[in-house]
């Protein structure tokens, strides 16, 4: 049997989706599949666009690639329009002048800007935001602007708002209606958001009506409103709405919707049966819709039917979940409350910013949309109860009004979501499936992800995942229990974002608050180290003390016998010889066993509570400072000699590595962290196994994150390359304080890669492209940790009363007897049982 | 035997002992971590029998499973501050000595 040949004229997103599904089909074989492009690249992710702006390339966004067509047998032709269909002769005509026959044709051409007719919007800085090519018209556009204004104030308006801003500009908005966002959301939430923004610096300027745009008397252009008021700015982005791009199925007459829009039935046919039509060009039941996740399901129900299956299309959910401009908004069903007889309630917070809203049925038994500002954690809940006809409780206000002090959410649990409940729905995946991949062994989200590909577009419901995964392990008995210990039923990253987000000062304000018990050497620790990440106080603190395992409490590490260890500080390595014979000079005054450290410092052994004071005093004076061996903190920064005498350097390795312990020494995270700087790629600091690790090259700097040598050994990953010294550190500050913020209780940065969802792709997009629009924060927060350092140590020997902490008993001056040493290779070490040799008295001084 | 019939010795001047830091005192030739947790005080001899080194003063108190514990601060065995026992293996415990506030000190019973 000769193979069906399926045309798919556009490769966008849906485009795409149709050809990965066909080719993923049991009958996959009987295909024969050919795609036109009118841009120049494949389908990439158009929903990820304004990433490009921060940093992402027209790679990283590529949803597919020529490689991967070509495994599959799918040919394709770029930069080549479709301009004619031949009905009778079942063929393409191409603006080059190809023909291509098909038995099934599949128009997904997509849609286009609108721009409104206004006179002098032809004009060279005025731009629409749709194609990479777009973006790259704005950029520079953008690079001879001071002033930007974006027409149109509805989700992708903002968008392009929120890239104007990360380029750098003034930023206007400008709507007709008479708030933002106005299809998504009531007026109560428009103007809470427009508040929100206009906080961020963005100007806002509703119920305005373009006249014209005309040459401007101190910008580039002046745009005058109906209303007499005028607007002068440098480019102007428009962003309107979207028009499906139905052309070509107009002139070659299938029906066209009123307003535009190929008609298609429920199988997503046109109103000739073999060509069909998807995505946002379609018009199903007088509607057209721009979002992605529509255009996949009918990519989906096309690939069934053309294959002989018997899915259809039956309307789709318009909920949205974004963030915009760094602000959270979500938008559930009838999100406006146009149903007849609804009832509404409404939660706001002008305090914290938030704004929530459901609206439920005239017999209050089912939620018929909800709109929510500010705190959209309630998204998931309410979308699945919307979208699955579910019970409302009987008190339906609970749904969004804020949980106090630990009381369970009243939100529905995820048993009481129906199995078909779709969970993701960019991927189509339902309650059910993710119920069936637990079952087969997928125990993890990531696992989850690869089985059933819920979560791996836009991740908006990877929470909800999460939910009806750990849900479905209890019930398969495996104990999901993810609280830090028994006072605490909360993980660390939870209560790192209570204190943050209460301002929480102390342990006992957080037990008081959110635990229960006194708390144990697991949670005090803890809650001391993510006390010091945000408020970074003096962590001998009366209130802070008795948090402190006994390394952070004497800062030093406790050795087999109850002695400690001094790590003095000698930033990447470098130290003077002045500096070198104080540290010997105060080893061999208190006997110490002194040895060079794995990270190029000098290690003092042998030390008693009493003595660690006397010792620091002698070290402060001759120049040094806490070196944090002791602490959950940066460690070292091991680097190699560099440019400076090295004749391979590339850079000055020792100067970066003196730049980076200084800035981040004193930082407390989940567990420790390791440095180094390279040089050049002969790589003698062994930077691919730190936490960070830096390798000079010709062209700057490139960074690795996560390495571990020790236990369990991991190579770092490459995670960007060429950066000037401002941009290393501008990352370094956000990848540690994302570490600092989300890390599990003493897990390395190795560890906590392994396990991050979308792992270094997602850190990547969240520390280079600000995904998450919390970088600037990020790095505040490290700024503030650099800007609050204190030696430690000379805070203490400063402190009277704090010394007495040091004595080794509160009523004698005896020493301790337990501590014995014996001599080998010329120093000290402690005595074993063994040990019948003459003991050393350690606190006699070695010169006496 | 009642408090009036033990041999109290001062060690410290109560406002030395803060709550949830323990210190280390001699007693005859005995080290002792004594501990102030909820107003109640506790004694037991410093040396862990984990390491044989004289860390217990130094480790953090807390609670599990209702019982006021320190934690070695070497190995992290935990032991029960009023009767010396070690949570994870009941046949090892530390002993454990009578202590008192009076008159502003912290007093020890030297039998």
């Known amino acids: 049997m000769s193979k069906q040949k399926v045309v798919v004229v556009g490769n966008g997103m849906v485009g795409h989706k149709f050809i990965d599904n066909l080719i993923n089909h049991d009958q996959a074989d009987q295909y024969e599949v050919i795609t036109f492009s009118e841009e120049p690249r494949l389908a990439y992710d158009r929903v990820q666009l304004s990433a490009y702006f921060s940093g992402s390339t027209a790679d990283d966004l590529m949803l597919t690639s020529g490689q991967y067509y070509e495994e599959n047998g799918v040919k394709y032709v770029l930069n080549e329009k479709v301009v004619g269909i031949d009905k009778a002769e079942n063929k393409v005509i191409t603006a080059s002048g190809r023909e291509e026959a098909y038995d099934k044709l599949v128009l997904a051409t997509g849609s286009f800007p609108f721009v409104p007719p206004i006179p002098g919007k032809d004009q060279p800085h005025c731009l629409v935001y749709r194609t990479i090519e777009d973006l790259e018209a704005i950029t520079a556009s953008a690079s001879e602007s001071k002033v930007g204004v974006v027409v149109g104030g509805g989700l992708l308006g903002l968008e392009a708002a929120n890239a104007l801003k990360n380029l750098g500009l003034e930023v206007h908005v400008v709507e007709f209606a008479p708030r933002l966002m106005a299809v998504q959301l009531d007026e109560g939430g428009g103007q809470l958001l427009r508040q929100k923004i206009e906080s961020l610096g963005v100007h806002v300027h509703t119920e305005k009506n373009t006249k014209e745009i005309v040459a401007g008397e101190a910008l580039r252009y002046s745009m005058n409103f109906a209303d007499g008021t005028h607007l002068e700015t440098d480019m102007i982005l428009f962003s309107a709405g979207i028009r499906p791009q139905d052309e070509l199925a107009r002139q070659f007459d299938l029906d066209i919707g009123e307003r535009g829009g190929i008609t298609i039935n429920n199988f997503c046919q046109t109103s000739t049966n073999n060509i069909y039509a998807i995505g946002e060009c379609a018009l199903w039941n007088n509607r057209i819709y721009g979002l992605v996740a529509p255009g996949y399901t009918m990519a989906k129900v096309a690939v069934s039917h053309i294959t002989g299956g018997d899915e259809s299309f039956t309307g789709a959910d318009m909920s949205t979940k974004l963030k915009l401009l760094g602000v959270d908004v979500a938008s559930v069903g009838d999100a406006q409350g146009r149903t007849p007889g609804c009832l509404s309630y409404v939660y706001q917070d002008g305090v914290a910013q938030v704004y929530k809203r459901i609206v439920v049925s005239e017999d209050k038994t089912r939620l018929l949309g909800a709109v929510l500002v500010g705190d959209v954690d309630a998204y998931g809940t309410l979308q699945q109860m919307c979208v699955n006809g579910m019970d409302l409780p009987e008190n339906p206000e609970a749904l969004i009004l804020p949980a106090f002090d630990g009381a369970a959410s009243a939100g529905m649990g995820v048993d009481a979501l129906p199995e078909a409940a779709v969970i993701c729905s960019c991927n189509d995946v339902s309650k059910g499936q993710i119920c069936c991949a637990v079952q087969e062994g997928a125990t993890t989200i990531g696992a989850i992800k690869s089985a059933t590909k819920a979560g791996t577009s836009c991740g908006g419901c990877v929470a909800l995942a999460t939910q009806v995964m750990n849900s479905e392990l209890e019930k398969l008995g495996v104990e999901v229990n993810t609280d830090l210990c028994e006072h605490f039923a909360y993980t660390r990253q939870e209560l790192y974002h209570l204190v943050r987000v209460e301002r929480i000062q102390s342990f006992d304000e957080l037990l008081a608050k959110h635990g229960k018990g006194l708390g144990c050497d697991i949670c005090k620790p803890t809650a001391a180290s993510i006390l010091a990440s945000c408020w970074n106080d003096y962590v001998l603190k009366d209130e802070h003390a008795p948090l402190q395992d006994t390394n952070d409490y004497f800062m030093a590490n406790m050795q087999k016998n109850g002695t400690y260890s001094i790590v003095p500080r000698v930033a990447g390595g470098e130290i003077t010889p002045d500096k070198l014979i104080a540290i010997g000079q105060v080893a061999k005054t208190y006997n110490l066993y002194t040895k060079i450290t794995g990270g190029q410092r000098i290690d003092l052994f042998g030390a008693q509570q009493h003595e660690l004071p006397l010792i620091w005093k002698e070290l402060i004076d001759a120049g040094f400072e806490t070196g944090h061996a002791y602490g959950k903190s940066v460690r070292t920064v091991k680097s190699c000699v560099g440019s400076t005498w090295c004749r391979y350097g590339m850079l000055d390795s020792v100067g970066m590595a003196i730049r980076i312990e200084d800035r981040y020494k004193g930082l407390r995270s989940p567990h420790k962290l390791k440095f180094a700087v390279s040089g050049c790629t002969r790589e003698c600091a062994e930077a691919q196994s730190k936490d960070i690790g830096v390798i000079a090259t010709e062209n700057g700097w490139s960074l690795y994150v996560c390495g571990n040598g020790g236990m369990k050994p991991r190579h770092a990953d490459l995670f960007a390359t060429g950066l000037n010294d401002e941009m290393l550190i501008k990352y370094i500050d956000r990848l540690l304080m994302f570490y600092v913020r989300t890390a599990d209780r003493l897990q390395r940065t190795s560890v906590w890669m392994d396990n991050l969802e979308g792992g270094l792709d997602y850190l990547k997009s969240v520390v280079i492209d600000d995904k998450l629009q919390i970088a600037g924060e990020l790095e505040q927060e490290m700024q503030h940790v650099v800007g609050t350092y204190q030696c430690e140590w000379k805070t203490t020997i400063e402190d009277p009363e704090k010394l007495k902490r040091f004595r080794t008993f509160v009523n004698s001056d005896e020493k301790d007897t337990t501590i014995k040493f014996v001599e080998e290779r010329a120093q000290i070490r402690p005595a074993t049982d063994e040990d019948m040799v003459k003991f050393v008295d350690a606190t006699e001084p070695a010169m006496a | ?111």
Not at chain 2, 72 to 86: D, E, M, R
Request: glycine share 6%; net charge negative.
């Open chain 2, 1 to 111: 035997m009642s408090d009036s019939n033990k041999n109290w010795v001062p060690v410290c001047d109560a406002v030395e002992l803060q709550p949830m830091l323990g210190v280390r005192a001699l007693l005859e030739n005995e080290q002792v971590a004594i501990f102030r947790v909820q107003d109640q005080l506790y004694a037991l001899n410093a040396i862990d029998p984990f390491s044989n080194a004289a860390v217990l003063s130094r480790g953090i108190v807390g609670s599990l499973k209702d019982q006021i514990v320190v934690a070695s601060p070497l190995y992290k065995q935990h032991f029960n501050l009023a009767t010396g026992v070690c949570l994870e293996d009941d046949t090892v415990s530390v002993k454990t000595y009578a202590v008192r506030e009076e008159g502003g000190k912290i007093q020890l019973a030297t039998n």
